[in-house]
Structure formats: structure tokens, C-alpha cells
């Protein structure tokens, strides 16, 4: 537990130029040497200097990037254990794949402050930094656990559960053929338990599909909708979300609170912050809408700027224009089935460039243009996502992988030929690795299953 | 008025299983020591079922005569039948269940009391402890006697305010109409422990001359000799058949129409019955879909015609009792020789036991078996021989013995009480143990003989015995890994003749014998042993050979928590200056007091980042708020 090898990004993401992934524990240098390839092995390198090679995938030798490795042995480190730091390009895509490489490893995701922790339990940083640590732990386990109760709610946990109560009653009924041998239960036969596991294994990989391009992010991307009164803001949250949850009316004004939704745009998953329109009002209900709107657009990881196809530019827009310009952005040009009077050129002008899209929610012609034009921006790394977000989300994968190879192992043993009793082990494991992913992994519950699944008793 | 009676280093109360394993164990350490009981005449009383083992409890057994309890080396000589259940599933879960004559039984163990030399043995209803400085120093009985001692070990069983109930009769009982233990429970309430009121049941009784077996399915013994116990040598061929009959749909109305009359249902139970072994009434009530339960007959001893009905646990009226046994395949003349009931009792809650089962609230004084929470015999015992290692281990001021979850079922037990507690009649079962492919009832003398022997309770000559077929397995095993087969033409023709597909490589005979259709016989005609090997340690090779991949896997998950084990938690850790900590956590810290983090990370409420914390606060010394 305390002595095995892990990892995390030790840079915010986004679009800096550099990403890093940090390496601590014993295993350290020989554990990057299985995806790393360069003039020599890493573990063959004198301590604190910097190599030159490539990251690439053990089993297709598929370049992932080029990197440059920081090679640092213990004790003189920050957690006086061997450390690696491999600095990757920026962006999403190298980093994610660089992580998750690892992690096939069996480097482990390290818990929020482990990196600390483990400077302190080796007596790196003092007494007085201890309490910070004890803060940090705190704070992101609190954080982790509102996102869990929200994420409880939602569709991977629901999967979840139901593929867990699939493993618990297949384990309950394991359990009664050996704790109670004459019980009048049928006996599960390994033909029957290597068809669950199949399924099993089918969701399993469905799963882990929409986790690796979906990313299961546990908090999505903020997504702002601003732009003018009645531009059409709420209809687009509607048409994104297919449900009428914000109100739409004709009358300037109305969405006068952030409402938040969470939509999942072709695999990524937004939380889309309605907003109401900015502009300076009189109205002083319409005035504290426009502050949360204002507020809103600074906790936005995406803009979605609406202006009106079939309206000039006006004071208002221009004035937008300028606020959303330090902002991952698109521009979209609604109503696109009325009359044309907008200028596109003055406004690819004034946003600085920003990609336009031409669309009508109400004909919802263009609306894919949009989703396309969302995917493009996160794949390509342009949006900014912060690091826990991530990292939650590649414990999950690593989590789900772990399920997954639980699985194949009951699979393979079980058609070798090895006792039920004894492939329960992996199955065991499989129903743990999931548990963790929503936060259950009690044992009592199998205990209650089988009294609750069964009439036991003398 | 009292008067002083004579000196001993422990004291055990009660010489039920627990009683008995406890008081045996201290006095085989060098001891002296006294064992009171109610009645001489119920010493190792089986007041439920006629059975010793099954899945988990045999493990136990096992596990008990490898650190020299006397369980295992009892039923061996007092049993009517004994069957290895299981054995159509893999090694680890095989599990050897005997059925016991339960007179026989009680003689036996009576007389390895009688006979240990360092013991006293003598009937007496113990009323209060004798405390000194807030420690346990002895005991005062009914009759006046203060006997002083070092250290007391408790085992009340279901005496503790015991109340047997039988429909809408009720009355102060221990088991079977035994006086129940009134004064000693108020005390331990003035002491201030926290109580519970747990119930549990047994089935009536009948006479074998007037139930009708041919209409039964016939359950015989194994033809195969078996002992739980190392030692054994003598086995008893000689074995009496259990018998299987069914509830039918007549039972069920029988018992819906009489329903009101059930005390269970009436809300005259007010303790928690344990739902692995539910009354008949309550398995009708929440299995109402299940056309028929399974009844066993089993016979209670040779030299007598009472037959236990298994499955019919109640506490129905004696009447309707009567009427339910008439309406089962064969059972329709039954006579019904005693009458079943429900009994509660006061247990103490677990969690105010320290690993070693020594009470926290009073040093000195250790508890054992049902009072602690748990139910069966087995796991009676399993308590009773460590609490009464750990008492002698006191009185001769050594640090208590504390077996891991990895090093057998008795310290999944006693882990699981202490550090979860329980809120019913606690029962071990397989599922209960994490690392169950290591804890296999045929390994238990490997895990555990070498502690017995550092204990003191396993004698020399079976230590060498035991050392010489350890040594035996590993020799064995290293010559198989040794012994390679080459893929020649003789080879082949051997293996085709085992039924084997050819090997295309040279293979260590300790590869092929992982292949499911080879076992260790058919490897041996391959390349035979030097030696003549024993078949307990054939079976040993071929289990540890075969299974590896899975034992590693198993063995690796025991190397992670075994760092987490033995990184105490020191005496001066106060949970309420550690600020990080869930309040909810702090609260079960506070009331569990865990001896270790890995003790600490298994209580329930108590999250990773608690532990975290935890640890950070030990590492820096208690000295950061």
C-alpha cells in the first residue's frame, strides 16, 4: 500500500506547452522503462539528468510522443523515492495516453496529496507542512465525495449497479453451494457462470469505450451559453438537453437564474450553465441574473457566444465580443432561417477569429456543425479541463480495466477448468474494482445477499 | 457470608466449548487454574445440534487442534459419522463435518478436564468478580467462595439472563431448562459494559422407534476414514446414517394458520435472532414461495433413540410443534421427546474487547464464545483457546497472541467481532474470510503448528512429527520442479495413455501437474517419488502445485495489508485532537480503539483519507492539532 509505485499529473492541463506526469515509488525507473524508449533504459541513467525518447506502446510499438525524462533516484528527491518526471506535449491527448500506459503497468493513480504524504512519511518536509497535508487530503476527499453523490445520480453509476448486483447474486449463489453444501439450491454450473462473465465483460468493454473517448469526466466541462436577450440561449440548451427544463418565452428576460444541465455531446459531457442575457438593465431582478452570468462566464471552461442572423450587430454584442475573447469559444449565429443581417465578416473580425456557426436552433439545422465543432475543441486539447477532473476520470478507467481483466481471468479459468470456488476470487475482485468506482465496496453486502437470496438454516 | 477460598493464576467461568478450550489451554501453559461450572454434568453441552464442522467451523476445528485444542481430538473419539462436504468443488472450500454423540462427547471432555493436571475443576454459580483497583482479581460464587487469580476468563454462553419461550410461555432458563446466570449479568451492567439481547432457537426432539425412514432419503457417513485432529490414529468405522426428509405445502398452511400463536410475530422476542439460522415460522413468513424446506434427522448419541429434527428450529406453542412434526413425509407418528424453544440472553457488545479478547473497560478480565455475540461451538472454542492463551500469556507477563485474517478463520472471527461487532448471532462462514484459498482446512496444521508449539501447547514429539512432513512436502515439490519431461516419443505415448495432449517443449513435472485433467497419482507414474510420501502430503503437493497462480494472487493481497497490519497505533493517540478526521470516524476510532491501521481502515464509517490522517498524526508523533 505504502511502498508500491504511482503516478499523476503534476501540471494543470489545458494548453500550456508541457504536461508532466510525476513517477514515485520503488518500481519507479523500471516501470516507465516498459513504455519508454530512448538511447538507453531509464534505469541504466545517472541520477538527476534529463533523457531524450519516446513514449511508446509496449505491445504495437505505436509512438505515443516525444518526451524528455527527468531520471531521479532516492533519497534525494521529494518523496526520497526513486522519481520520474516525464515531460509530455500539452494537451489531452499525449498525457491521457501516457497515463493510462502507465497504469497498464500497474503504476497506481495516486490519491489526491500521496506525492506529499509520502515526502512527509519519509521524513522529506517537516511538521509545520503536515498540517497542510492533512488539509489537502481533506479538502479533495470532500470535494471527490460531493462529485460522487452528484456522479450517483447519473447514467456510469446506474451501469454500474446493475452489472455489481449481476456479480453479487452470482457470488451469493457461489457462496451458499460452499457454506451450505446439502442446501436444496441448484448448483451453479461453470457453463452458466462463464456466460454471465461474457455479458459481463461485453458491457464491460461498452463501459470502458465510452469512458476513453467520453472521458466520464465526473464534473464536465462548464459550459456557458451567453449572448443578448431572447437570441435563442435557452432554445439551444433545450435542443442540446431534449428536455424543457429552462423556461422559454418571447420575453426578454426570463431565464433569470443559472440553471445548470448536464448533456453529453457526442461523448463528452457538458454542464451547461444557462444563463441569463447580459446587458445593463434597470430591472433589478434582470440585474442580479446578469451578475450570475457575469460570474458564470469566469467559472466557464467553454463560451457558446449567440448572436442574432437575422438582427445587425449591436451595442451589446460587440461588447460580449470583447469579454468572451480570453475564452475557449465558439460563436453561433442563430435563427439562420429568418432574413440575413448580420455582417459575418465584422464578427469573425472582432472575435479575434473565433470559429462561427451559422445554425437555426428552431429548424435545428446546424445543430451537428455545433457538437462536431464541441468534440473538435476538446480532442484538439483547446479546452481547458482541470486536473482533478482528469484524474478521476483515469482512475475510473483504470478501475474499469481492472474489472474488466477480473473478468477474463474467472473466463479463462473457469473453461481450463478450474474449480467455481476458486475463479470466484477474480470474480470477487472484478465486484470490488467496480465498488470503488461509485464508492461501495463493503463486504457485509455480499453476507446480506445471500440471507436475503436464500432460506438457510437448521 | 463469604470466606476465602484457594489462589489461582486464571480462573475460567462456564466449561461449555469455549470454557473448556480456555481453562485446557491455560493450565496446559503451566497455569493453575480453576474451572466453575453450574453443573458438572453439562460440561461441553451440545444444547442444539449433534454436529461438529462443516464449511468454515471444520476449518476452525482444524485450526484449533494445530494450536493444540482438544475440539478436534474429541469428536474424533466420540463421533456416529463423519463426511468431507464440498468435495465436488476445489480443495479450499472441501470442509469435514462430523456428527457427534453428544453424551460421549460430554464424558470425553470431562475427563480430559479431570485429568489435566494443573486444573481444578469444580461446580459453583459465580455471582460477582472481585475487583481491585479497577481490574479483575478473582470471583465471588453463590456459596460465598472468593477465589483470587490473576487473570478470569468469561464464557456464560446463553445462561446470561437467559429466558427460554416456548408460544406465549415464557420463563428465566439457561439451555435446556438449565438455572440460568441472573447476578453475574446485572453486575457486568453495574461494571459498565454495554449489553445486548441476542435469541437464538433449537428444533424439538423425537424418537427414532416411531418415525417411519422409508420414506426418507438415507444421508450415510464416508466410507473413507477421517479425523479432524493430527493426532488421531484410531478412526471409528462404525457409523450411524442421517436422514433427509421435506416440509410440504400441508406444514406451510399448518404453520400460517397458527401464525398468531408465534411468538415472533406476536412481539414477545425482543432479542435479535441470527438469520442463518431462522425458526421454521419465520422461513415460511419470508420465503412464502419456496414449496419445501429440507428437514435432516439426525441421531443425538448410540446409546439412545432421541433423533434432532434440523430444520425445524421453533418456538411455537408445544402443541402446534406436535401437529407440524405429523405433517412431515415419515415423521406422521412421531413422538416428540422434547419440545423446542427460543432463547434469549445477554451478550456483551464485542467492540469493547481488545484483540486478544481482554476487556478494555476491566484489564484482567477476558470473555469467550456467546456472550461475546457469536453462536456455534466451533466458534465458542476458537474464542475460548486464544482467550485463555492470551489470560495465561498475562499472568506470565508476555505479549498476547493476535492471529491475522490471513492466518486462519479464528482471527477472521475474532477481527470481525472486535473491530465490526455484530448485530446478530455471529456465524462464520467462508465468504467471510478475504484470503479463503490460503485458509483451506487441509493447510491448517501448516499455518498454525509452528504458533502452538512457541505457545507451548503442541508437545515435541508431534512438532517433529509435523516438522518431518512439512519437510516431506517441500522436498516433494522441489523435485517436481526439478524433474523435467522432454518431448520424446515415450513421452508422448505416456501422456496419450493419461489422457493428456503432448507437450512441445520441456516441461517441469511441476507445470504439467497444473493441467485439470492430471492429478498428482498420474504424475507419479510419469516419474514416482523417491520415497513413499504420506497421503497428506500427496494431497499437499498437489494442492500447492496446481493452484499456485491462484495462491500467489491470494498471497500478493495478503502482502498489501500486511504493511497496513503492523503499523501499530500507539497508546497515546487521542482521536479528538486529530482535527482532520469525519466526525463520524472519530466516533468509531474512539469506541473501537484499533491496535493497528489495518484494523482501523476495516471499521466501517472510517474512509481512506481517515486513515491518511492517521497516519500522518502517529508519524509526526501526536504533536500537530
Known sequence: MENDTIAAIATAMGESSIAIIRVSGQEALTLVDHIYQGKNKLIEATSHTVQYGHIVHPSTNEKVDEVLVTVMMAPRTFTRENVVEISCHGGLIAVEQTLELLLSTGVRLAEPGEFTKRAFLNGRIDLSQAEAVIDLIRAKTDKAAKVAIRQSEGKLSTHIRSLRSEIVETLAHLAVNVDYPEYDADVLTGQFVVERCKSMQTDLERLLQTARQGKILREGIATAIIGRPNVGKSSLMNALTQENKAIVTDIPGTTRDVIEEYVNVRGIPLKLLDTAGIRETEDIVEQIGVKRSEKALQSADLVLFMINHAESLQKEDLFLLEKIKAYPSLIIINKTDLPQQIDYEVVQAKSGNKKMIPLSVKTENGLDQLEEAIKDMFFAGNIDVNDQTYVSNARHIQLLEQAKASITEVISGVEQGIPLDMAEIDMKNAWQSLGEVIGEAVAEDLIDQIFSQFCLGK | ?625
Not at chain 2, 480462573?11 to 458438572?40: D, F, W, Y
Not at chain 2, 437464538?200 to 476414514?225: A, C, H, L, V, Y
Not at chain 2, 493426532?231 to 405445502?249: F, G, H, S, V
Open chain 2, 1 to 625: 457470608m463469604s470466606y476465602q477460598a484457594s489462589n489461582f493464576d486464571v480462573i475460567v467461568i462456564g466449561a461449555g466449548h469455549a470454557g473448556c478450550e480456555a481453562a485446557l489451554a491455560a493450565a496446559r501453559m503451566g497455569c493453575k487454574t480453576l474451572l466453575l461450572t453450574l453443573s458438572l454434568d453439562t460440561i461441553a453441552y451440545m444444547p442444539c445440534n449433534p454436529s461438529i464442522g462443516g464449511p468454515a467451523k471444520g476449518h476452525v476445528v482444524r485450526e484449533l487442534d494445530a494450536l493444540g485444542g482438544e475440539m478436534g481430538k474429541n469428536i474424533d473419539k466420540t463421533h456416529i459419522q463423519m463426511r468431507m462436504l464440498n468435495t465436488g468443488k476445489g480443495p479450499a472450500v472441501y470442509a469435514l463435518r462430523a456428527q457427534a454423540d453428544k453424551v460421549l462427547y460430554q464424558r470425553e471432555m470431562k475427563k480430559a478436564i479431570e485429568e489435566e493436571p494443573n486444573l481444578t475443576l469444580h461446580q459453583n454459580m459465580v455471582e460477582k468478580l472481585l475487583m481491585e483497583d479497577g481490574s479483575c482479581k478473582g470471583v465471588i460464587t453463590r456459596t460465598g467462595a472468593e477465589y483470587h487469580a490473576k487473570t478470569v476468563v468469561l464464557t456464560t454462553g446463553t445462561y446470561l439472563r437467559g429466558k427460554i419461550i416456548i408460544g406465549d410461555l415464557q420463563y428465566e432458563s439457561g439451555p435446556n431448562n438449565q438455572q440460568p446466570s441472573i447476578n453475574l449479568a446485572h453486575h457486568l451492567q453495574e461494571l459498565g459494559f454495554e449489553m445486548v439481547r441476542f435469541k437464538t432457537g433449537t428444533p424439538p426432539r423425537i424418537n427414532s422407534r416411531t418415525i417411519d425412514t422409508s420414506k426418507m432419503e438415507i444421508q450415510p457417513g464416508d466410507t473413507e476414514p477421517r479425523a479432524f485432529s493430527f493426532e488421531t490414529k484410531a478412526y471409528i468405522m462404525d457409523q450411524l446414517p442421517c436422514w433427509l426428509t421435506y416440509t410440504n405445502e400441508k406444514t406451510h398452511q399448518y404453520i400460517q394458520d397458527n401464525l398468531h400463536r408465534a411468538p415472533m410475530y406476536s412481539g414477545q422476542i425482543e432479542g435479535r435472532g441470527p438469520r442463518y439460522c431462522p425458526s421454521i415460522e419465520d422461513k415460511i413468513v419470508r420465503f412464502a414461495d419456496k414449496n419445501r424446506h429440507q428437514i435432516f434427522i439426525e441421531p443425538e448419541g448410540r446409546e439412545t433413540l432421541e433423533m434432532y429434527v434440523q430444520g425445524l428450529s421453533t418456538s411455537l406453542p408445544e402443541d402446534v410443534q406436535q401437529d407440524i412434526l405429523r405433517t412431515i413425509d415419515g415423521l406422521e407418528k412421531a413422538e416428540m421427546v422434547r419440545t423446542g424453544y427460543a432463547i434469549e440472553y445477554d451478550a456483551i457488545v464485542p467492540t469493547q474487547l481488545w484483540p486478544s479478547l481482554e476487556t478494555k473497560l476491566v484489564p484482567g478480565l477476558f470473555t469467550a464464545g456467546q456472550i461475546n455475540g457469536t453462536s456455534g461451538y466451533e466458534e465458542a472454542a476458537a474464542q475460548g483457546i486464544m482467550a485463555g492463551i492470551n489470560a495465561a500469556r498475562k499472568v506470565q507477563g508476555k505479549e498476547p497472541v493476535v492471529l491475522n485474517r490471513s492466518d486462519a478463520y479464528i482471527g477472521v472471527l475474532i477481527d470481525d467481532l472486535v473491530t465490526k461487532g455484530t448485530n446478530e448471532p455471529y456465524r462464520l462462514l467462508t465468504s467471510r474470510a478475504e484470503y479463503r484459498l490460503l485458509l483451506r482446512h487441509d493447510n491448517a496444521d501448516l499455518r498454525l503448528t509452528d504458533k502452538g508449539y512457541e505457545i507451548g501447547l503442541i508437545k515435541e514429539d508431534r512438532y517433529q512429527r509435523f516438522v518431518a512432513k512439512r519437510n516431506a512436502i517441500k522436498t516433494e515439490i522441489e523435485r517436481l520442479r526439478k524433474t523435467k519431461l522432454t518431448p520424446n516419443a515415450e513421452v508422448q505415448t505416456k501422456l496419450a495413455e493419461l489422457g493428456t495432449p503432448d507437450i512441445n517443449n520441456v516441461t517441469e513435472l511441476a507445470n504439467l501437474i497444473k493441467r485439470p485433467e492430471l492429478t498428482y497419482q498420474e504424475i507419479m507414474k510419469l516419474s514416482p517419488a523417491p520415497v513413499e510420501l504420506s497421503d497428506e502430503v500427496m494431497e499437499q503437493v498437489e494442492i500447492q502445485l496446481k493452484y499456485e497462480g491462484y495462491i500467489q494472487k491470494s498471497l500478493l493481497q495478503v502482502d498489501k495489508m500486511k504493511r497496513m497490519e503492523e503499523k501499530r497505533i500507539p497508546h497515546w493517540v487521542d482521536y479528538t485532537k486529530i482535527s482532520g478526521l469525519s466526525s463520524e470516524s472519530r466516533e468509531k476510532l474512539q469506541q473501537v480503539m484499533p491496535v493497528s491501521l489495518g484494523q482501523a481502515s476495516r471499521i466501517s464509517g472510517v474512509n481512506p483519507a481517515d486513515i491518511s490522517i492517521l497516519m500522518i498524526y502517529i508519524e509526526q508523533g501526536g504533536r500537530t492539532a
